[in-house]
């Protein structure tokens, strides 16, 4: 089907591990973008790309790394992982031609 | 100074009455576009509505609607009809940019949530 895929759905890390969050999108979306989520904070913008090759930073980048290597897939990356990053992860995607988004339906990320 | 404002911490309604939930926003761009995204407890983002800052009529989509006040800068959802299933999160978010444009960035407001009794 159709959309944005997200791996894993949960995951537990302890302080100072590393790991990618995986995404990936079927629908030749150019626009990828990864948000966090948190209790009384909404959806904050971590990263997004506009193509492969193009990415930049949102509002609360610190701590995150992204690259896009093809369109389908926006990997993010936990370097050194602190217990300030729990959180819900998100990704979403849009075509430059619909006003609509798609979003992967989370990953549940505990730093213990 | 926020963009996306969503004063409310709280809603409840009687199943079957109509609900407003209440979202401002704060841009100097005259291109935009309004969106409202439902959260239920299992998660996933689900898309209700959208309002483009050029439209002339407020959107709708079944049982919700957008009553868009542009010179307020307000973007308030209501829900007719209430359901049980309408129990979740609700979330406003605007994207400044022009539509056709790869630049796309989402601001979200921080959330209401919406408690239906029976």
């Known amino acids: 089907n159709a959309g944005v895929t997200q791996t894993p759905k949960f995951q537990v890390l302890k302080t100072g591990q590393s790991m990618t969050l995986q995404c990936a999108q079927d629908?030749?979306?150019?626009?990828m973008s990864w948000y966090r989520q948190d209790p009384g904070m909404g959806l904050r913008l971590i990263h997004y790309?506009?193509?492969?090759?193009?990415?930049d930073q949102g509002e609360v980048p610190n701590g995150y790394n992204v690259s896009r290597s093809t369109t389908e897939d926006f990997p993010l990356r936990l370097l050194s992982a602190a217990p300030s990053q729990t959180s819900v992860y998100f990704c979403?995607?849009?075509?430059?031609?619909?006003?609509?988004?798609?979003f992967g339906s989370g990953t549940r990320l505990t730093v213990v | 100074a926020q963009k996306i404002t969503q004063t409310q911490p709280g809603m409840f309604v009687q199943e079957k009455e109509a609900v407003t939930l209440d979202c401002t926003y704060d841009t100097s761009d005259p291109s935009y576009g309004l969106f409202w995204y439902k959260q239920p407890s299992s998660g996933e983002m689900i898309f209700l509505i959208y309002?483009?800052?050029?439209?002339?009529q407020n959107a709708t989509e079944g049982r919700y609607s957008l009553n868009f006040q542009k010179a307020r800068k307000s973007a308030n959802l209501v829900i007719s009809a209430s359901q049980l299933g309408d129990s979740a999160m609700y979330f406003c978010?605007?994207?400044?940019?022009?539509?056709?444009?790869?630049?796309?960035?989402?601001?979200f407001g921080k959330g209401i949530t919406l408690s239906v009794r029976p």
């Open positions: 309002q483009g800052s050029y439209d002339q």
């Open positions: 979403a995607s849009r075509d430059s031609y619909y006003y609509g988004y798609t």
């Open positions: 629908m030749n979306h150019e626009y």
């Open positions: 790309s506009v193509g492969a090759g193009i990415t």
């Open positions: 978010a605007m994207r400044e940019t022009p539509n056709t444009g790869a630049n796309s960035k989402l601001t």
